[in-house]
């Protein structure tokens, strides 16, 4: 009999837990239904944190917080020093090294308020007396550019007058296979 009462006690206050969505109602609204509103922003702030050295700015800008536009792809773009070139780039823990493009990374879409880490690895250039002299003109030089100070953030330097392969691996052996390949066609 306990048991019967109690089902029947509990059957009747279940009905009872939804008065409490009827307790505040809009005036404009019908009875049961509820309004829920919320604010999105039109920006967000993201704040990032630079470890090493490098020259390192937001959308052109530099500083450490930037105000961005929501659903935005801010473009970080990360510029070794004088002498140094970028070994290594890693983005809250991840290796983005590969995804760098021309010195710049476009980060996802920006949805909300975010911290960003930034570490930045870099090593010097080779002195430049031992450099082979580049200003000598001879016939192999005739109608190419010479992009000798293009450091990409991979360490693979090409230019007329020699190839820097700083890279390891099959990577780097292909890389200078082709670049090998290319002048030699050239000449």
């Known amino acids: 009999m306990k048991k019967l009462a109690v089902f029947l006690l509990c059957l009747f206050m279940l009905p009872l837990s939804a008065i409490t969505a009827y307790a505040e109602n809009e005036p404009n609204t019908a009875p049961g239904e509820a309004t829920v509103e919320t604010v999105v922003p039109n920006s967000h702030k993201i704040t ?3 470890k090493g050295s490098a020259v390192v700015t937001v959308n052109g800008k530099e500083g450490s917080e930037f105000v961005v536009e929501r ?11 004088d002498g140094e070139k970028i070994t290594k780039v890693i983005l809250n823990g991840e290796d983005i090294t590969d995804k760098i493009v021309d010195g710049k990374y476009i980060l996802p879409a920006v949805y909300e308020d975010g911290e960003y880490e930034l570490t930045v690895e870099t090593e010097k250039l080779p002195d430049d007396s031992s450099k082979p002299d580049s200003s000598k003109s001879d016939d192999s030089n005739k109608g190419t550019s010479d992009n000798s100070e293009s450091t990409p953030a991979t360490g693979l330097t090409a230019s007329t ?3 820097t392969v700083t890279l390891t691996g099959t990577i780097a052996l292909a890389a200078a296979a082709v670049i090998a390949a290319k002048k030699k066609k050239d000449e």
């Open 48 to 50: 990032l944190k630079v």
């Open 71 to 81: 659903l935005s792809k801010p473009v970080i773009e990360i510029k070794a020093k």
């Open 161 to 163: 007058t020699g190839v």
